[in-house]
């Protein structure tokens, strides 16, 4: 009945229909929930993306970020919210759409792959401090705080390698600087380093100084602290 009701004439009729699927976590109603997705009615379609959050199946996914293209705020901000809630079961997915051509995909994913916060996630925050896009580039670096001190040694070695750009300066900085202030036993080793990328001369100088300050963490085990 429910299933039927999705392909009702009545607004409130479809709306009911997804609203009660949603709770019931259905997985066999996904395919449905995500034709209601192009419901001509934008409510009917707020009301599928908060269905498919609670879904937990990864199928709605794709659907979910396939949707975002043409979403207006209140829809762009739902998705986001059932991207979260699909938790751990979205990152397979999250993940191959951070390398979308698209900086809009890139940035999304980014940003749901930050409030999920699943470990797979890490290795794709840190290469994204390089995006070509700056506000992709940001999205990451604030996705990387919340890892604490377990970010500061990917960032160094994504540092000895990159190809030094005022973005890579920025976003890398705001990590470690970040971290400097929660655990004051890494300021001494990143303040030099942090000089150095604020320095005219960053570019020939960051990566260097970047490798000399790992190898000094290393040799003094500071890192297998955290």
């Not at 979403?71 to 901000?77: N, T």
């Not at 190809?163 to 970040?178: C, D, G, N, Q, R």
């Not at 100088?205 to 190898?215: M, R, V």
Request: proline share 6%; aromatic share 6%; hydrophobic share 45%.
């Amino acid at each position: 009945m429910l299933l039927a009701a999705l392909h009702d004439r009545r607004t409130p009729v479809r709306e009911a229909a997804i609203y009660i699927l949603g709770l019931t976590g259905s997985t066999s109603a996904v395919p449905e929930l995500i034709q209601a997705l192009h419901d001509p009615q934008a409510s009917t379609r707020l009301q599928a993306v908060k269905a498919l959050g609670r879904t937990g199946s990864p199928d709605a996914v794709p659907a979910l970020l396939n949707a975002l293209p043409g979403a207006d705020e209140r829809l762009s901000s739902q998705i986001f919210m059932a991207l979260v809630s699909l938790g751990h079961v979205a990152v397979p997915v999250l993940l191959d759409f951070s390398h979308s051509h698209s900086s809009w995909m890139r940035w999304h994913s980014i940003r749901a792959l930050s409030a999920i916060h699943d470990q797979r996630a890490f290795p794709v925050l840190v290469n994204a401090l390089q995006d070509s896009d700056h506000s992709v580039a940001w999205m990451a670096a604030k996705g990387l705080v919340p890892f604490g001190s377990e970010s500061v040694e990917p960032v160094l070695h994504m540092l000895c390698t990159a190809h030094m750009t005022p973005w890579v300066v920025e976003t890398a900085s705001y990590v470690l600087h970040t971290q400097c202030q929660a655990h004051s036993e890494l300021k001494p080793y990143l303040d030099p380093l942090l000089q150095q990328m604020h320095h005219a001369g960053y570019r020939a100088g960051t990566s260097y100084a970047a490798l000399k300050t790992l190898e000094q963490l290393n040799t003094n085990g500071v890192l297998k602290q955290h």
